[in-house]
């Protein structure tokens, strides 16, 4: 990679880390992280989430007791504020990711920085899935 191209790079990260927002994202993450029952309620999901689903890709059938066990699970999760709130944060880094990665992505599509206009158009590339 160029130089300068990788100077601009870092700029973005650091025009990135230094928005009010990545603060917010970034203490709702520090908080869920320290706090063991929202990590452990969080990591019991997702093992039983991944464990239907793999269940479903192997063609088995899915008991109902399993479903209502992990959406149990899931709610005791949702109702729990810091989980709540480092979902919330994992949403946001996601949606400022996909923003960025869009912008780049145009910008290699089209050999050109992007207007509003194409940002508006249809896909944003192909395979992408953000389904426009």
Do not use: W
Request: aromatic share 4%; hydrophobic share 30%.
């Amino acid at each position: 990679m160029s130089n300068k191209i990788e100077e601009k790079t870092q700029e973005l990260c650091a025009t990135i880390v230094a928005q009010p927002e990545m603060a917010s994202i970034r203490k709702r993450i520090d908080a869920f992280m320290a706090d063991a029952n929202a990590k452990g309620q969080y990591e019991t999901v997702l093992s039983k989430g991944n464990s239907l689903h793999e269940k479903q890709h192997r063609g088995q059938p899915l008991d109902g007791t399993e479903i209502a066990d992990f959406e149990k699970s899931r709610d005791t999760l949702l109702q729990n504020p810091v989980a709540k709130s480092f979902l919330d944060a994992q949403e946001e880094l996601h949606e400022i990711q996909s923003s960025i990665q869009k912008l780049v992505t145009k910008t290699f599509e089209l050999g050109r920085v992007p207007t509003a206009a194409d940002l508006e158009e249809g896909s944003c590339g192909s395979g992408c899935g953000c389904h426009h």
